[in-house]
């Protein structure tokens, strides 16, 4: 039988603390509250999504998913903290991340 959405979430939470050692009181948050809803999980994500946000990998997945609500709004919160332009300057900084490491990419959805 396949585990529930909400019970692989759990699994993953109990890593955080492993992950990110510096957000131990985050991550013991997160773990109070996986019964919320998924709106308000997400948002509680920010301090993790922080941690990593010049990772070109994760604002790229992100980017990717910025038509679920949850994500626009979290991107909203972690861009100005990045850049000043916006989405469009957000994404060229992950391009030229990406061109660093000699990969190329096209623009595969609206900014």
């Known amino acids: 039988m396949a585990a529930s959405p909400r019970y ?3 699994e993953h939470a109990d890593l955080l ?3 990110f050692p510096q957000l ?8 109070q509250n ?3 809803p998924r709106k308000q999980l997400i948002l509680l994500l920010e301090p993790f999504i922080q941690a990593c946000m010049h990772d070109e990998n994760l604002l790229f997945f992100l980017m990717q998913r910025k038509q679920f609500p949850e994500i626009a709004e979290l991107l909203s919160h972690i861009t100005p903290l990045i850049t000043k332009g916006g ?3 957000l994404w060229k900084i992950v391009k030229a991340r990406y061109a660093e490491r000699k990969f190329s ?3 595969p959805f609206a900014i």
Do not use: D, G, I, N
């Open 24 to 31: 131990k009181k985050e991550s013991q948050h997160f773990l």
């Open 8 to 10: 692989k979430v759990s």
């Open 34 to 36: 996986l019964h919320l």
């Open 87 to 89: 989405a469009k300057a």
């Open 17 to 19: 603390p492993l992950a």
């Open 105 to 107: 990419l096209c623009q």
